[in-house]
């Protein structure tokens, strides 16, 4: 069974500086999707950014990046120029038997993050 | 992105009573839709998988007869909490999507509060 783990319950970054989640999963898929979503106080699930594991580039959407390394089975993910707005609970999650893209979704724990003016 | 909508976004209803929360994929069609729920600042549980016309398949644990699931189009789900209980209390969230979507797309969730 796919397991997600999120060992940092709590992160706190100054505006404008760089943070990082860490998150680490297991899966015996050989392709298969990740992702990170973000829930502010609103709890609507935003997704954040996705990486396709046979991609060797890492994934970037503006000021969120992922540092994805398959054998370590490490996904992190990267908050340039943190912004008030960042604060959130960020998941990782990873889909079930078959990794596609649309299957059914394992979250993390979860990282509470606190971004200080 | 998709826009998934979740209705009533907030209920409160005596214990003993049913409560039915709506589920609407708006710009696409959902073949797949799914339900959570969330405990203050805990994971999303996953509760079930609702596949378009076909019966929900429900995670270990959670209880069919009470949490009964409906996916009648591609457009909508409904989640009834039958004889709800305070225990019962919680956020619930559900997603919808499809094969041709890359992911899946939350509703805004519903807060029920039994009493």
């Known amino acids: 069974a796919q397991t997600v783990t999120q060992s940092q319950p709590e992160m706190s970054v100054q505006e404008a500086e760089t943070v990082t989640l860490s998150c680490t999963y297991d899966t015996s898929e050989s392709d298969y999707y990740l992702f990170w979503y973000k829930q502010p106080p609103s709890r609507q699930m935003i997704l954040v950014i996705r990486?396709?594991?046979?991609?060797?580039q890492n994934a970037t959407e503006n000021r969120f990046s992922v540092n994805f390394q398959k054998a370590a089975k490490s996904f992190s993910l990267k908050i340039s120029d943190s912004q008030l707005g960042d604060a959130a609970m960020y998941f990782c999650?990873?889909?079930?038997?078959?990794?596609?893209?649309?299957?059914?979704?394992?979250f993390g724990q979860g990282t509470i993050l606190t971004v200080h003016p | 992105g998709a826009v998934v909508s979740q209705h009533p976004s907030w209920v409160i209803c005596k214990s003993g009573t049913s409560v039915k929360i709506e589920c609407r994929s708006l710009d696409f069609q959902a073949t797949t839709m799914f339900w959570y729920r969330q405990f203050p600042k805990q994971s999303l549980m996953l509760m079930a998988t609702s596949n378009e016309g076909s019966k929900a398949t429900y995670e270990q644990g959670v209880e069919k007869d009470k949490f009964l699931i409906n996916h009648a189009s591609l457009t909508l789900s409904t989640l009834t909490v039958t004889s709800a209980h305070p225990e019962d209390s919680s956020f619930y969230i559900c997603?919808?999507?499809?094969?041709?979507?890359?992911?899946?797309?939350f509703g805004p969730g519903t807060r029920l509060l039994v009493l």
């Open positions: 997603s919808a999507t499809s094969s041709f979507q890359e992911t899946q797309y």
């Open positions: 999650a990873q889909p079930g038997a078959g990794g596609t893209s649309y299957g059914k979704l394992t």
């Open positions: 990486q396709e594991a046979y991609k060797q």
